[in-house]
């Protein structure tokens, strides 16, 4: 029975890359349909460019009216989760990556581009007695309010959260919380000046 399943999932994968290197309409539409299906909601009018990959797709909830650039990574787990609002832009090589027992969360209208990374999970460092690579992982959380825009090449670190109408600048290190209509950057980011309100 093993066997059987294990044939199953390789069937799968060969089918999804496949399905994500599909170019134009027909690939939009395809890639739309068949991630309706396997995603954990139902949605509609999202576009996924071509090189997207999806793990664990029924821990993920994305919202209706979205864009997915080139290659963009949806990385979930058995025990993480990912969940993105309504109206999200996602520019080309944007890794949202909630491994482990990790959660991100990312509210509604919001940008984020190229090459930016969002990871709910470290690895840990606590003792020089053993290689970093056998300590494990520490996971947390983060949670990315409405309308916030991320700049290229940013990075968001676990247990941060991003307040409402924030901007992050790119090339940006995010690793503590950030507050509603804020700009930040630098590494790391630090506050430039608050957005008038």
């Not at 470290?122 to 825009?149: A, C, R, Y």
């Amino acid at each position: 029975m093993n066997l059987f399943w294990t044939f199953i999932k390789e069937l799968r994968d060969w089918f999804e890359f496949f399905l994500r290197n599909i170019p134009g309409r027909i690939g939009f539409f395809l890639r739309s349909k068949y991630y309706s299906k396997r995603l954990f909601k139902y949605f509609t009018k999202i576009r996924f460019e071509t090189g997207l990959r999806i793990e664990f797709p029924k821990n993920i909830e994305l919202g209706s009216n979205s864009y997915f650039g080139l290659n963009c990574k949806l990385y979930a787990s058995e025990f993480s989760r990912i969940k993105i609002g309504l109206n999200a832009s996602f520019n080309s090589n944007v890794m949202v990556n909630a491994r482990g027992k990790g959660k991100i969360l990312i509210g509604n209208n919001v940008l984020i581009g190229p090459n930016a990374v969002l990871r709910s999970s470290n690895h840990s460092f606590e003792t020089t007695k053993l290689p970093i690579i056998n300590q494990g992982m520490t996971e947390g959380e983060i949670i990315i309010q409405d309308d916030v825009w991320i700049g290229s090449n940013a990075v968001i670190l676990p247990n941060c959260k991003i307040g409402k109408g924030a901007i992050v600048a790119a090339g940006a290190v995010v690793t503590n919380d950030i507050d509603s209509f804020s700009i930040v950057g630098g590494v790391p980011a630090k506050l430039i000046k608050k957005r008038d309100l």
